[in-house]
């Protein structure tokens, strides 16, 4: 749990609970509109630290059951619009009143907040990151990247064409963003995107194969 980053605009706040989850709440400091990324289960600290803001909007990165365990808890105490991606949308545990486009390249403003969604199938199909840019020229950009990337490597894949939908997800989608960009994922640390792709050259200089998929690290 803490604070990540506090600029003159904007602050984001991480949570860890459930399966070593992390939660996220981002906050415009002028309007104290905040957006919630990810809802854990038991999210106790989450749901305390709301409190003080003016919550405008829930955003889920993929439909697993552990970013959504505490989805109830969240959506019963703050009823606003929700965005996840289409092709996880039946994984909601309840159906939002309102929904917040989350469609590939869709730009949503939350105060001074300006948050882009990126589709990235592969983990799931409707693995979707969003894109916080960053405050001004110099200022790090940060991404909310669900399980689609960690630090090491990508998220789980199924299949070897999943992994190839992943790692295509991450090539054309993430790491055409700025470099300095700060990669937050659904579980652990954090990565910075210059660090992540350097990880990922490295892998890509070996040959892949057909049993190239599940847990693949970038550097083994
Ligand atoms: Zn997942």
Known sequence: MGLIYSGKLWIIQRFISGFSNNSFLV??????????IDTPAA??????????????????????????????????RHQVPVGIGNNDINSLPLKPKDYINVNDGKINRFGDLVIRSIE???????????????????????????????????????????FLEIVKSITTKIYTLPKHTYILPGHGEFITLEDSTKEFNEFNN?????????NVKWIR
């Open 27 to 36: 906050t415009c400091k002028r309007t104290k509109k905040s957006i919630i």
């Open 43 to 76: 999210p106790v600290d989450l749901l305390k630290s709301s409190k003080n803001f003016h919550i405008v909007g829930i955003l889920i990165t993929h439909g697993h059951s552990d970013h959504l365990e505490g989805f109830k808890d969240v959506y019963d």
């Open 120 to 162: 990235t199938p592969g983990h799931t199909a409707g693995s979707t990151c969003y894109f916080l840019p960053g405050e001004s020229p110099g200022l790090e950009p940060h991404l909310f990247s669900g399980d689609t990337l960690f630090p090491g490597g990508p998220g789980k894949s199924s299949s070897y064409a999943n």
């Open 206 to 214: 070996n040959p892949l194969d057909n049993k190239t998929f599940g």
